[in-house]
């Protein structure tokens, strides 16, 4: 969590320290609050006043600036961890121009100006930390409109801000940030649909002998007026295919908020094992039944995910978005069938009943 720069820095300013913030930090994983705030509180120095005394002097006791330093070289959820532990800690990394680097570093596509020349982050309305805090952990699973539907503002626009990875590599290889107005009829009513990337618009990529399947996508949505955002992306592939036409490798990623299925297909064609072209990113919305469902519709799923609880980014978290996609295409499977079978069992009772019909009154005839 904590670079070299950092060690270097309290190791050298206090060579004696019993506890140093790096120790701290990176053992704050599944810990709690009082746990990480114990650790904080434990001494780093012992010296020996001039009235003979042992004063001890605490990680707090450090100078504001070597602080704020060392925090500065820490990711997001450990510098998180870290405000929560002490007050004087909170202050220190509830600084702006952190938070706006770290989301910088995670996502290049949010200093990425916007046709209208608009930034993300530099929307008054979005706070860096409160961007960090939205777009970083999985939305939860059990976003549900029924209950808010009448009390909900809908946005009147949103920003997309798209990020694709070489899987284990920091630099994007492809980043892009859109805007969609969502006030128009035309909007509210047709199928959602934003695309990242046209086919009439393909992205070139440096060749490179990698597989489809180790690409990493991030899809930020956020509401510019309220600056809350959501992550609707698994970050990796669920699924890899071929489009049945032209062959195409299709990348899935997905995520199941609400009861519907919001996913992003990344186009990518290879030659000779390496890819080298994008030629097409998009962001799709399903209900159960395999249905489109409305931008309204859509909208409304977005604004319960935004201000909806967060669950972890860990292996975990992934390995469930994807297990929640193989359930959510299961039951969908099953409906589709359960469903062809009711109108099989339909058209036979109409056919029964007509035969019927149609014997009753050849009977009526001869029996005249």
Known sequence: PIKQLSLALLSTAFPLGVWTLESVVRST??????????KLHRPVVRAESTDGKMRTTTVEDLPADVLAYALRRLDGPSLAAASCAT?????????????????????????????????????????????FADAFPFPSTSTSTDATAA?????????????I?????????????????????????????VDAVECKNPVPLRAAPFSPSELELSWIVVDP???RAVNVSSRRAVAVDRHWYTGETLVRYAVVLGGSKFEATVTCSEEAGCLNLIREVSLTVEDADGAAVSGEGSLR????????????????????????????????????????????LVDLCC????????????????LR
């Open 29 to 38: 994983s599944g810990r709690s609050r009082s746990w990480l705030q114990c």
């Open 87 to 131: 007050a004087g800690l909170r202050t220190l990394a509830a600084d702006p121009a952190t938070w706006r680097a770290l989301c910088l570093a995670q996502w290049p596509s949010l200093g990425l100006e916007t046709l209208l020349e608009h930034s993300v982050l530099g929307s008054a309305a979005v706070s860096p930390q409160r961007l």
């Open 151 to 163: 009390d909900q503002c809908l946005p009147g626009e949103l920003i997309s801000a798209v990020d």
């Open 165 to 193: 990875y070489q899987n284990g590599t920091p630099r994007p290889l492809f980043s892009r940030v859109m805007e969609t107005s969502t006030s128009s009829s035309w909007f509210l009513t047709s199928p959602f649909r």
């Open 225 to 227: 007026r309220s600056g």
């Open 301 to 344: 799923l977005l604004v319960a995910a935004m201000e909806g609880p967060r669950k972890r980014a860990g292996e975990k978290e992934r390995e469930e978005a994807k297990r929640r996609y193989e359930e959510f295409v299961r039951s969908k499977r099953g409906r589709k069938e359960s469903k062809a079978r009711r109108e099989v």
């Open 351 to 366: 056919s029964a009943v007509s035969a019927v019909a149609v014997l009753s009154f050849l009977a009526s005839v001869v």
